[in-house]
């Protein structure tokens, strides 16, 4: 019931997300990056796949599920930093574009090979 419940909230918040990536980020002036960053999730996914039966039966599935289910957290606070960087008022507050850019391809990758891991375990 937990494990249920847990799966629930998390692709509540990845799926809210990943529908609105794309116009968030072009609103908010990173032109493309929605697009680049679920392209970059889903072919790290796909090569994901390859490996993650063995990192499965290394690590375990209960360890597995732990760091699949942190990645997509990681890539939906990544998305939020876009929204974070420009809503700023002051420069200090505001991050540099190519540091958010560069986390928000990182967690993308990183996500991929965890949804890859997740849904093998």
């Known amino acids: 019931m937990i494990l249920s419940a847990g799966f629930f909230f998390l692709f509540y918040g990845f799926n809210s ?3 609105i990536a794309t116009k968030v980020l072009k609103d908010n002036g990173f032109d493309n990056l929605g697009s680049y960053s ?7 996914m796909t090569i994901g796949t390859i490996l ?13 599920l732990m760091i699949g289910s942190f990645q997509y957290v990681m890539w939906i606070i990544a998305i939020s ?3 974070i960087s420009n809503g700023s008022e002051t420069e ?3 991050l540099n574009k190519s540091v958010v850019t560069a986390m928000v391809l990182i967690t993308s990758a990183l996500n991929g090979f ?3 891991m997740l849904w093998i375990a």
Do not use: D, E, H, N
Request: net charge positive.
């Open 17 to 19: 997300t990943l529908f």
């Open 38 to 44: 679920l392209a970059f999730l889903y072919l790290c």
């Open 52 to 64: 993650a039966p063995s990192i499965v039966y290394k690590l375990g599935a209960k360890l597995t």
């Open 81 to 83: 930093f876009t929204t």
């Open 92 to 94: 200090a507050g505001r």
């Open 114 to 116: 965890g949804a890859s």
